[in-house]
T-cell receptor, first 113, second 112 residues
Framework: ETGVTQTPRHLVMGMTNKKSLKCEQH?????MYWYKQSAKKPLELMFVYSLEERVENNSVPSRFSPECPNSSHLFLHLHTLQPEDSALYLCASSQGRGSHEQYFGPGTRLTVT | GEDVEQSLFLSVREGDSSVINCTYT??????LYWYKQEPGAGLQLLTYIFSNMDMKQDQRLTVLLNKKDKHLSLRIADTQTGDSAIYFCAVLKTGGSYIPTFGRGTSLIVHP
């Protein structure tokens, strides 16, 4: 148990659906991250939030929309996804953006049909 | 940008030592990490080493850093079936974005 929880753990959605992934951290951290993990590819950083402001967006398509309402919660809103978006989506948090120790949640396994 | 390379698979017998290797390209990398991912779980930070060190030992884990060759290794002594997982190497350069670059991960399979 790392102190970072993600829901749902598994999600199957059609290409026309809208869904949201949720991440919550109980560590008092103030930086949060979304990563995409696809089979046999390096972990891809998608978004970074520090003190609830987006500080990095790694050229992610607009069909992924993050939201960070406070330092403990992070959402990833999904709409009109493609089958190639199927992956494990990992949330992580750290004490600050300059902190090098990231704590990861268990991930949401997303399948787009 | 930084590239981090790892072999994809390693198979060892229970009780033997495992050595997982990683190479990176940016010689100014400051922190070098090993993460473990068990099935159905996120990444767990196992250990890390500063670039001014060449070795770090923590119980059954030994990290070796060869800065000249930009090579990092993780040795697991007395490997157990519970060590079966994917191991990710990651490197970070301070003064930049403070976002580590990850390798693709090495699947360690421990068989009896």
């Amino acid at each position: 148990e790392t102190g970072v929880t993600q829901t749902p753990r598994h999600l199957v959605m059609g290409m026309t659906n809208k869904k949201s992934l949720k991440c919550e951290q109980h560590l008092g951290h103030n930086a949060m991250y979304w990563y995409k993990q696809s089979a046999k590819k390096p972990l891809e950083l998608m978004f970074v939030y520090s003190l609830e402001e987006r500080v990095e967006n790694n050229s992610v398509p607009s069909r992924f929309s993050p939201e960070c309402p406070n330092s403990s919660h992070l959402f990833l809103h999904l709409h009109t996804l493609q089958p190639e978006d199927s992956a494990l989506y990992l949330c992580a948090s750290s004490q600050g953006r300059g902190s090098h120790e990231q704590y990861f949640g268990p991930g949401t396994r997303l399948t787009v049909t | 940008g930084e590239d981090v390379e790892q072999s994809l698979f390693l198979s060892v017998r229970e009780g033997d030592s495992s050595v997982i290797n990683c190479t990176y390209t940016d010689s100014s990398s400051t922190y070098l990490y090993w993460y473990k991912q068990e099935p159905g779980a996120g990444l767990q930070l196992l250990t890390y080493i500063f670039s001014n060190m060449d070795m770090k030992q923590d119980q059954r884990l030994t990290v070796l850093l060869n800065k000249k060759d930009k090579h990092l290794s993780l040795r697991i002594a007395d490997t157990q079936t519970g060590d079966s997982a994917i191991y990710f190497c990651a490197v970070l350069k301070t003064g930049g974005s403070y976002i580590p670059t990850f390798g693709r991960g090495t699947s360690l399979i421990v068989h009896p």
